[in-house]
């Protein structure tokens, strides 16, 4: 149905409204921090969204790195067209999720050009993980760094109560 | 084997809904910024217009239409082509002015809206006002300036959505002063 294409312009137009906005209302210490942490929470919400809608039919996860293997598979095929190509763990609550060819940095550049400008792409997706797994019962910190483009690595780490 | 093609319908369809629902996020995020509906309503239809600008490229890159010749070609491209290529529907094209500068979008169905009600607060938020800035931009490029405004919402109660589309005049092609010689060589018909 909806084209690929359009959310990708959209999540584009939203970063640049966003940034414009803080940029706009004049508020210089607030900034970054605040744009970033507006864009991961719209995340947030979405993926918990998506993630209700992807998983009504399917049997629950066994344990995390059920989970885990489901988001690297069929929610980020869902989302962004392909698998995440690497997935490391320290079996201790942290993931590293590495997609070498991330959709939404593929129109930026193939190396290190932009690379400052890559983390505003990210914090919606971020917030997208965090969201889908906030709802299959995985508290997180979900965070993104880039140092080639347009690969990126995601850390998850899981928050012990 | 069935699993896997279900997979495939599925990840289109969950496409729209990630776009549906990131629509959704942005509404409501730009509803907590500005006080009124009515400023809203202009932020969805500049950032349309931003989108707009760089859709078309996209769409005449795929869809390889060639220059409409009137307003009445133009509706069908946008109704047939366009709406289908990146929402999936088919509106209707209906209601033409005698003096055939504005015409109607009918549309059954709107992907937008899926999953949303409007609360009784936000009574003057055109919800969908993204999509009246994406067609003015889009036409923009193209050289055609037009007006376009939502006459019927189905969040409003409506039994359809309808977008009235008004042609408002032919724009020149804006190129900086030296090249007005290169110009007459090479702008094609």
């Known amino acids: 149905m909806a084209d690929d294409v359009l959310f990708e312009f959209l999540h584009m137009e939203m970063v640049y409204h966003i940034y414009k906005d803080q940029a706009s209302r004049g508020e210089m210490d607030k900034d970054r921090a605040t744009c970033v942490s507006t864009l991961e929470g719209m995340g947030f919400r979405v993926g918990q969204g998506l993630i ?8 629950s996860f066994k344990d995390d790195l059920d989970v885990m293997k489901f988001i690297c598979k069929d929610f980020w095929i869902n989302v962004f067209r392909k698998q995440i190509d690497n997935l ?12 070498n060819k991330f959709a939404l940095l593929t129109q930026f ?3 290190k050009q932009y690379l400052e400008e890559a983390p505003k792409y ?40 | 084997m069935s699993r896997q093609s279900n997979r495939t319908t599925d990840s289109k369809k969950m496409n729209a809904e990630l776009f549906t629902l990131t629509y959704g996020a942005l509404v409501t995020q730009l ?20 989108i707009g600008v760089r859709l078309i490229e996209d769409f005449l890159a795929r869809s390889s239409v060639g220059r409409c010749q009137d307003f009445r070609e133009t509706a069908d491209v946008i109704a047939k082509v366009a709406f289908k290529m990146y929402l999936g529907i ?8 005698p003096a055939g500068d504005e015409f109607s979008l009918i549309l059954e169905s709107n992907p937008l809206v899926d999953f949303v009600e409007l ?19 889009a036409l923009e490029m193209v ?13 409003r109660g409506d039994n359809v959505t309808e977008i009235r589309m008004k042609f408002i005049k032919r724009m020149e092609e804006n190129l900086p002063a030296g090249d007005e010689v290169h110009s007459r060589i090479c702008v094609p018909c």
């Not at chain 1, 760094?145 to 012990?160: A, G, T, Y």
């Not at chain 2, 609360?119 to 931009?137: A, W």
């Not at chain 2, 037009?146 to 019927?152: A, P």
Request: hydrophobic share 30%; proline share 3%; with cysteine.
């Open chain 1, 52 to 59: 209700e809608r992807f998983t009504k039919d399917s049997p």
């Open chain 1, 88 to 99: 490391r763990t320290n079996h201790q609550g942290t993931y590293v999720l590495q997609d």
């Open chain 1, 109 to 111: 550049s193939n190396g």
């Open chain 1, 122 to 161: 990210l914090a919606y997706s971020c917030g997208l993980v965090r969201g889908a797994l906030s709802n299959l019962g995985m508290d997180c910190v979900v965070t993104a760094e880039v140092s080639l483009m347009p690969s990126c690595k995601f850390q998850v780490v899981i928050q012990k109560i």
């Open chain 2, 31 to 50: 509803c907590k910024d500005y006080e009124n509906d009515e400023e809203v309503n202009k932020q969805l239809d500049k950032m349309g217009y931003n």
């Open chain 2, 90 to 97: 088919t509106p209707s094209v209906t209601n033409w002015s």
């Open chain 2, 119 to 137: 609360p009784d607060n936000h009574s003057s938020l055109v919800y969908s006002n993204l999509l009246c800035g994406v067609l003015r931009g």
């Open chain 2, 143 to 155: 050289q055609m300036a037009v007006d376009v405004k939502f006459s019927q919402d189905t969040l």
